[in-house]
């Protein structure tokens, strides 16, 4: 069973502040995908890394994709309280197209 | 487009009922997941679609679950008999059959069993 553990479950922080998140797995996965939820809504795609070592940009988000495609971070520059939200990693299994999601980040950024 | 659309929004039901739960993917789009999410478990895949056909259904947690995907626009969750511990929020979701491609998702079902 492929599993993705995401660390830390709850964070809070002040504006301003800069935060990683991490997805950790022992299954490799053909990519990585990044969502985030909010309230009443279902996750919507931040980004997707393929490749092993790749670092994507979204503005003040940075996403990482490890060198053996089993783990990925996510850093946010300066948060803020637009940033709040559940944030989900989601990795692709093989060849079928089979997502599986981590348990969640639930970021709340104080202003 | 109109996104992926499920149906109902909110479902309250009694103990022993059957709950049917609708989803209508993106037109185009090859493979539809169902997901349940709770506080205390995430967002578990139950069963996904490729093609209309089932691929992976070892999410399903019970007999009592099944899942249907008649054509490519229609997909339906049912639950025989519900039981409390089924309340939870059901997403559908549906993406192009490439690999790597996002998936995108509707606004859920709410589900709960008294």
């Known amino acids: 069973t492929q599993l993705l553990e995401q660390s830390p479950q709850f964070l809070s922080i002040q504006e301003g502040e800069n935060l990683t998140v991490y997805c950790n797995s022992s299954?490799?996965?053909?990519?990585l995908q990044w969502y985030r939820q909010e309230p009443g809504e279902g996750p919507v795609l931040l980004v997707t890394?393929?490749?092993?070592?790749e670092v994507k940009k979204l503005k003040r988000l940075t996403f990482q994709f490890g060198d053996a495609r089993k783990d990925s971070s996510l850093h946010i520059t300066a948060a803020q309280p637009g940033d709040t939200g559940l944030y989900l990693c989601a990795g692709v299994a093989g060849n079928t197209g089979k997502l599986i999601f981590g348990q969640g980040t639930t970021l709340q950024v104080k202003p | 487009d109109a996104g992926v659309i499920q149906s109902p929004r909110h479902e309250v039901t009694e103990m022993g009922q059957e709950v049917t739960l609708r989803c209508k993917p993106i037109s185009g789009h090859n493979s539809l997941f169902w997901y349940r999410q709770t506080m205390m478990r995430g967002l578990e895949l139950l069963i996904y679609f490729n093609n209309n056909v089932p691929i992976d259904d070892s999410g399903m947690p019970e007999d009592r679950f099944s899942a249907k995907m008649p054509n490519a626009s229609f997909s339906t969750l049912k639950i025989q008999p519900s039981e409390p511990r089924d309340s939870a929020v059901y997403f559908c979701?549906?993406?192009?059959?490439?690999?790597?491609?996002?998936?995108?998702f509707g606004q859920g079902t709410r589900l709960t069993v008294v």
């Open positions: 890394v393929v490749t092993g070592g």
């Open positions: 979701a549906s993406s192009r059959t490439a690999v790597n491609t996002e998936a995108f």
């Open positions: 299954s490799v996965f053909s990519s």
